[in-house]
C-alpha cells in the first residue's frame, strides 16, 4: 500500500541528519504522493506533484543546500516537549476522524455542494472535456488570477531577498557578513 | 560534469522534447490532464536541466534574467488583460463568452479564454521558476 | 475498534501521521533546511487528505467521456493543483531566507543562532 510506504519515508525524513539524504527523500516522498493521487483520480494534480516535487523543488533544496552545508547538528535540547505536543495534537485529530465520513462514499456531503453541477453542466456552459481546467480557468477564474499574482510575488520576495543583498555587500563598509 | 559526454548529449537530445511536451501539456489540457501551471513548471525543469549541465552562463544567454524576470510579469498581465479585454467588450470581467467569434456559440468563448488564461499562467510559471534557480544556483557560484 | 473502522479510515489516519511527522520536524529541529523539508511534509499531508475526501470509490477521474456515469470531485483537484504551485513558490522564499541568514550569521542552525544573537546583545 502506497500509503504505509509513505509513512516509512516520513519516518526516514525525521531520522536522517545528512540534509543530501533528506532532500532526496522528499523526492521520493513527492513521488510516492504523486502516485497516490493517480490513485486516487487526481491526474492533474499527480502531474503537478510529480513536475513540482520530484523536479524542481529537489533542485531548488539542492541549490540551497550547496550554500548552507551539508550536515545538521543534533539538537540541544530534549525532543520530549515537542513529542508530546505532538502526540497530543495527533490524538485530537485522530478522534476528530471518528466523525467522518468513510473513505470513497459517494453519497458524502463533500460531492453534494457544486461538484454535481461541475459535472453535469460544465460541457454545455463550458465545452470541453476536462473538468479540472474548466472549474480552474472559468469557474474560479478569480481564485486563479488571486494564484497567479501570489506566485508572481513569491518570486519578487526571492529577488529582493536575493539581488539586493549582494550590491550592499559589494558596498565597502555595508554591514552584510561573509558566508 | 562538464565532461561527461553522455549526460551532454542526453541533455541536449532531451531538453527539445521536454520542451515540446510542455506544450502539448498546456494546449492540450482541455482534453487530457495538464494545463498552465504544469506547463510552466515542465518548461522552467527543462531550462533548469540545460543549466546544470551546460552551466548558467551559457543558458543565460540565451535566456537572460531580465526576459524570465519580465516573463513572470508579463503573466499576470496577461491574465488581468483577459479580464480587462472581456468587460471592454460589454461582459463581465473575465467573462469569457464575450470572446466568441459567433455570438450564437457563445460557450466557444470560454475556449479561447481559458487558453489565455492558461497562457498567462504559464507564462508567469516559468518565469518565475527560472528566476529563482538562476538566482539560487547564481549565489552557489558565487559563494564558491 | 473494528475492521470497517480501521479500512475506511485509514487513510485519514495516515494523512495525520504524516501531518505529526511533519509538525515535529518542525517544532524539535533546530535546522532551517530541516525545518523547511518538515514543513513541506506537512503541507503534502494536507493535500492528500483534500484529495482523499474527493474520491469516490469507483469513479473515474473527472475528465467527460461518452457513457461513464461516476467521476471523483474535481473541485479538491483544482483547489490542490494551485496550491501545490503556491507552495513551491513560498518554500523558495523561505530557502532564500535561509541563504541569507547563513550569509548573515554563518550557519542556519538555530541554537548557533540564538547564541549569536546573545553574545550580541550582551557586547552591545
Not at chain 3, 11 to 20: E, S
Amino acid at each position: 500500500m502506497l500509503l504505509t510506504l509513505l509513512a516509512a519515508t516520513g519516518l526516514g525524513l525525521l531520522r536522517i541528519r545528512n540534509l543530501f539524504a533528506v532532500v532526496m527523500l522528499a523526492g521520493v516522498y513527492s513521488l510516492l504522493s504523486a502516485g497516490l493521487f493517480t490513485v486516487m483520480d487526481a491526474v492533474d494534480v499527480a502531474f503537478t506533484e510529480a513536475a513540482v516535487g520530484a523536479g524542481i523543488s529537489t533542485v531548488l533544496f539542492l541549490g540551497a543546500m550547496a550554500l548552507c552545508g551539508h550536515h545538521e547538528s543534533r539538537p540541544g535540547h530534549t525532543p520530549l516537549l515537542p513529542l508530546f505536543v505532538v502526540c497530543l495534537t495527533g490524538i485530537a485529530l485522530v478522534y476528530g476522524t471518528m466523525d467522518m465520513p468513510p473513505f470513497g462514499g459517494a453519497d458524502n456531503p463533500v460531492h453534494h455542494h457544486v461538484a454535481d453541477h461541475y459535472i453535469e453542466e460544465s460541457y454545455h456552459e463550458i465545452g470541453i472535456p476536462n473538468v479540472v481546467t474548466s472549474v480552474l480557468a472559468s469557474y474560479r477564474g478569480y481564485d486563479t488570477m488571486g494564484e497567479t499574482t501570489v506566485v508572481f510575488a513569491a518570486a519578487v520576495g526571492v529577488m529582493i531577498l536575493l539581488i539586493g543583498a549582494r550590491t550592499r555587500r559589494e558596498r565597502p563598509g555595508g554591514e552584510g557578513g561573509d558566508g | 560534469m562538464r565532461e561527461e559526454v553522455i549526460v551532454r548529449v542526453g541533455a541536449k537530445v532531451l531538453a527539445p522534447f521536454i520542451i515540446t511536451f510542455a506544450l502539448y501539456v498546456h494546449f492540450h489540457g482541455d482534453y487530457s490532464p495538464g494545463g498552465g501551471f504544469q506547463a510552466g513548471v515542465i518548461l522552467g525543469a527543462a531550462f533548469a536541466l540545460l543549466a546544470l549541465v551546460y552551466g548558467l552562463d551559457e543558458v543565460q544567454r540565451v535566456l537572460p534574467p531580465w526576459f524570465v524576470q519580465a516573463c513572470a510579469a508579463m503573466g499576470v498581465v496577461i491574465y488581468a488583460g483577459v479580464g480587462v479585454a472581456t468587460m471592454l467588450l460589454g461582459h463581465n470581467y473575465l467573462g469569457y463568452n464575450a470572446l466568441a467569434p459567433d455570438p450564437s456559440h457563445a460557450e466557444h468563448g470560454q475556449h479561447y479564454g481559458i487558453l489565455l488564461v492558461e497562457l498567462g499562467v504559464l507564462v508567469t510559471v516559468f518565469g518565475v521558476m527560472v528566476s529563482v534557480f538562476y538566482l539560487f544556483a547564481g549565489r552557489g557560484r558565487k559563494a564558491q | 475498534m473494528n475492521v470497517e473502522l480501521l479500512v475506511s479510515h485509514y487513510n485519514y489516519w495516515i494523512v495525520i501521521f504524516l501531518m505529526m511527522v511533519g509538525f515535529y520536524i518542525l517544532i524539535s529541529r533546530g535546522n532551517l533546511i530541516k525545518k523547511i523539508v518538515g514543513l513541506n511534509v506537512f503541507q503534502t499531508s494536507v493535500f492528500m487528505l483534500y484529495i482523499t475526501l474527493g474520491k469516490i470509490s469507483g469513479g473515474t477521474p473527472p475528465i467527460l467521456t461518452e457513457g461513464e456515469a461516476v467521476y471523483s470531485n474535481p473541485l479538491p483537484h483544482v483547489l490542490i493543483l494551485t496550491a501545490i504551485v503556491v507552495g513551491i513558490a513560498t518554500t523558495s522564499v523561505g530557502l532564500a531566507l535561509a541563504i541569507r541568514i547563513k550569509e548573515a550569521y554563518g550557519t542556519v542552525e538555530e541554537d548557533e543562532i540564538n547564541r549569536i544573537e546573545a553574545g550580541i546583545e550582551a557586547g552591545g
